[in-house]
C-alpha cells in the first residue's frame, strides 16, 4: 500500500511547477538565513567554535575550563604575569597543537579582523619579552623562578556553557591582556577588557609591528588638531600616570573631564570615535558597529581629556568617557609599556544585556 505525506499548500503548489522538495527545503533554509540578523548569524558561528574548542577536550580539560556564568572567575583578570597573578582555565602550553588552532579559531570567529591581529601582536610582543627581555623565562604556574612570558602563558576560560540563546562569557588573556566577552542571544559585549603592550615596538620577521600603534597614533593627532582654545579644555592640570579604571578596580568611576565632543568640529569627532573604534572595534564587526552608533550618540555627553606632552614620541595619558564608555591609555613611564583599559559603566561584565 502506498504511503501518503500531507502536503501543506506551498508544497503542492512546488511540485506541481515541478520544483523538488529537496530544492523546496532548500529555499526555505536559505530564506531562513537570509532573515537571521548579522548579530545572530555571528553568534552562532561563534558557539559553534566555542563547541569545538570543547569538543576537543576531555571530561579533565572541561572541568578546567568550564565555570558557572555567576563565578568570581568573571572579575579574574589582570595585566600582571603569571604567576604573579593566578589565572584560572585552560594554559596554552598544555594544550595539543590541534586544541591550540581550536582556541585560536574561536578568537578568530569572536573578534574583528583588526581585533585578532591586535590580539595576536600583543602575545607576540609577550613573547618577545619572553626571549629578549626577560632572561628567557618561560615557566608556566608553580615552575618558581619568577613571572613567565610568551605565548604558552595565555588561558582560556568559559562562564557558563556556550549558547546562542542563555548568557555566558569567553574570557581569554595573560600577561597585557584581558578578553571577557560576554554574550546573551544575539546580544554581546566586551567591557571590560584590558589590552596592553610591552614592548610597544618590536620586529618580528624583518617587520616593525606596534600592537597599540594607531592608538597612539591617533590620539595625538587629534590633541594636535585641537586649536588652542579647545586645547585649553581638553589638557587637564594635573598628571595622570596610570590608569584610574584598571584591573580590580570594577564598580569606581571618574568626574567627566576634559572637552565635551560636541566642541569638537566633525572632523575632530570623526578623529575621536576613530579612537574609540580601536576598541570597541576589537569585538567582532556584527557587535562593534552597533555599539560604535550608540558610541556616537552620545556626542553631548562624551568626553576627551588629555594628561602629558602633545608630541608624538612622548608618554601622554588621554581618557575618552561617555555614559556608557571609558577608554584609558596609560603608558607605564615609558613609550614601550603600554596599558589601556575599556569599560562600560552601564554593561560591564554583561550587566545590563545579561538581566534580561
Not at 217 to 243: C, H, M, P, S
Not at 299 to 328: C, K, M
Request: aromatic share 8%; proline share 6%.
Amino acid at each position: 500500500m502506498p504511503r501518503f505525506v500531507r502536503l501543506g499548500s506551498f508544497a503542492a503548489l512546488a511540485l506541481a511547477a515541478g520544483i523538488s522538495t529537496t530544492a523546496l527545503a532548500q529555499r526555505r533554509g536559505s530564506s531562513a538565513r537570509s532573515a537571521a540578523s548579522p548579530q545572530a548569524e555571528a553568534t552562532a558561528r561563534i558557539v559553534a567554535a566555542a563547541q569545538a574548542v570543547l569538543a576537543t577536550l576531555d571530561e579533565a580539560g572541561k572541568a578546567e575550563v568550564l565555570f558557572a556564568f555567576d563565578s568570581p572567575q568573571r572579575t579574574n583578570w589582570s595585566n600582571l604575569p603569571s604567576p604573579m597573578f593566578q589565572r584560572n582555565g585552560l594554559r596554552l602550553a598544555d594544550l595539543s597543537a590541534a586544541q591550540r588552532d581550536a582556541v585560536m579559531s574561536l578568537l578568530s570567529a569572536a573578534l574583528s579582523a583588526d581585533g585578532y591581529r591586535k590580539v595576536n601582536q600583543i602575545m607576540d610582543g609577550d613573547e618577545v619579552l619572553r626571549t629578549q627581555g626577560s632572561g628567557g623565562r618561560g615557566r608556566g604556574p608553580g615552575g618558581g623562578g619568577g613571572p613567565s612570558f610568551g605565548k604558552d602563558q595565555y588561558f582560556l576560560a568559559f562562564l557558563g556553557t556556550p549558547s546562542v540563546s542563555a548568557p555566558w562569557m569567553l574570557q581569554f588573556g595573560g600577561h597585557h591582556l584581558a578578553i571577557n566577552l560576554t554574550m546573551a542571544g544575539s546580544q554581546a559585549t566586551m567591557a571590560p577588557s584590558l589590552p596592553a603592550a610591552q614592548p610597544a615596538t618590536y620586529t618580528i620577521e624583518g617587520r616593525t609591528v606596534r600592537p597599540l600603534g594607531k592608538e597612539n597614533d591617533k590620539a595625538f593627532a587629534l590633541i594636535n588638531a585641537l586649536d588652542e582654545t579647545q586645547r585649553g579644555q581638553a589638557i587637564l592640570n594635573y598628571r595622570v600616570a596610570d590608569l584610574v579604571l584598571g584591573a580590580g578596580k570594577d564598580g569606581r568611576t571618574i568626574q567627566p573631564e576634559g572637552i565635551r565632543a560636541s566642541a569638537l568640529t566633525p572632523a575632530q569627532q570623526t578623529m575621536l570615535w576613530d579612537i574609540a573604534r580601536e576598541w570597541a572595534g576589537i569585538v567582532h564587526d556584527a557587535f562593534g558597529e552597533p555599539r560604535m552608533a550608540e558610541i556616537r550618540s552620545s556626542v553631548n555627553d562624551t568626553y576627551f581629556a588629555w594628561s602629558g606632552p602633545t608630541t608624538n614620541g612622548s608618554a601622554a595619558y588621554f581618557r575618552i568617557q561617555g555614559p556608557t564608555l571609558v577608554i584609558e591609555y596609560a603608558p607605564q613611564r615609558s613609550v614601550d609599556h603600554i596599558h589601556t583599559i575599556y569599560r562600560d559603566p552601564t554593561n560591564d561584565y554583561g550587566a545590563k544585556i545579561a538581566a534580561k
